[in-house]
């Protein structure tokens, strides 16, 4: 009876948690709604200068032409968020424009209008996660004063968007990483945080890592083209210490100076970790005998993606070695069947990121058995490895039986088609039975005795 009324309240909980879902995705359409309907006569309500104008004030007949440009264009973009137009993107400001041209005071109306209207396009973002899209926002670029920063600053206090996109800022005064803190800790939705050309000092990366590693929602982190005055962009990464981080990127050209434990130390602790992508960085020999032997018993990270431009000696056999080892079929048996490695680069020829391919790790393990078998059966290898290993005759039923399960991955997906594996399952059994010349074979003790 008590089992009874437990399993009850649970099938409640489930409805009222399934009604309240329900609930929020209907409130949040609705009021999108509401907003289009209020907002269907909208007008832009602050005068655009002519060119004319903007000329009488100083600016040459370039710079005037530019401003106006740039207003005009912040306008559209306003007038679509009032009235709730769908954007996968909103970028204010995607012209390089020079430091002197935003002394205009205009601006500061404008950047006033847009913010506002950042303020109600929740709106909208919430209409557009209802429907499964997301919304990026992206800044930066020009060189914007501090005065429209604290604009788009408090907007984007109150606005939380599904992924930030930082481009440089250098005007003189502006603390632009205390502005991207600001952000990334304010937006409780974030997914995915992309730092372009944004250079830091340690210290500063060091807020930057704050706020990444107590986000509740942060999945995703890329760093591209960050100028760091440092030795090791390693010794900056370390310091990503999240529970929630699927994806890291690197790309640029960062030195990589590893200690033996940084690379295992950084996987653990990042669990939740899935893909690392690193281009255009650059390595040591030993950086990447360190990667491979943290990659030995990981079990998390599902995809490893290295640019090596002509790398040192035997490192891309050390690191193929890991996810697939065909010295023997027990080191293929403990190589890493969970990471799908891809090597890419100047003189860089391998194929090692085929055989990771499910998200099943025993079906992995599985076809890399097969290849092995598949390749010594080329050259009616397999039965004398398993006489050099004085396997008896009574382990061949063992043996063929095995054949079954990894018989059914001898084909390979490679670039979204099904190729087959030139060696039928059928030519290996046939091989063993025929070559396998065990003693017991010609053992005459079981006929003397029956």
Known sequence: MFQIQLDKISRLEGEVKSLQTSFDRANRKAKYH????KNQ???????IPPPDELLSLGYNEDESNEIHEDIVRLMSITTDMRIGQCMRTVHPNPNILPQHIYNYEGYLHHYKEFSDALIEYQHTIDYMEVEGQTVGFTIGGPEIPRKLLDLLEDALQQTHFHELDFYPNHFYGVNYIDFIVSCVRADTRLKILNLNFVEF????????CAALNNHISLEEVKLIECPYPGGSIFEVVTKLKSNTLQKISLVGTYSWHLEPNDMSE???????LKEFTVDGNTFNEQDLVYIADAMRNNTTLRKLSLELNNPP????????????NRSSLNAAYHSNHHCNLYLYGVGINSNIHKFNTCDNSAK??????????????RNRENAGYFESYHIGINHIPQILSLLVPFSQH????INGRQEKDEVEPLSIVFEILRDWKMPELFSTDKMDED
């Not at 950084?266 to 939740?272: D, I, K, R």
């Open 34 to 37: 509401e907003m289009v309907l």
């Open 364 to 377: 992995n393990r599985r076809k890399k058995i097969y290849n092995i078998l598949s390749t010594r059966n």
């Open 313 to 324: 000696n035997n490192s891309v056999g050390i690191l193929e070695s890991v996810i697939f």
């Open 41 to 47: 006569e909208w007008e832009y309500p602050i005068k």
């Open 266 to 272: 950084f996987l653990s602790s990042n669990p939740s």
């Open 201 to 208: 000092e340690e210290h500063e990366f060091d807020s930057i």
């Open 410 to 413: 001898h084909l390979h997906d």
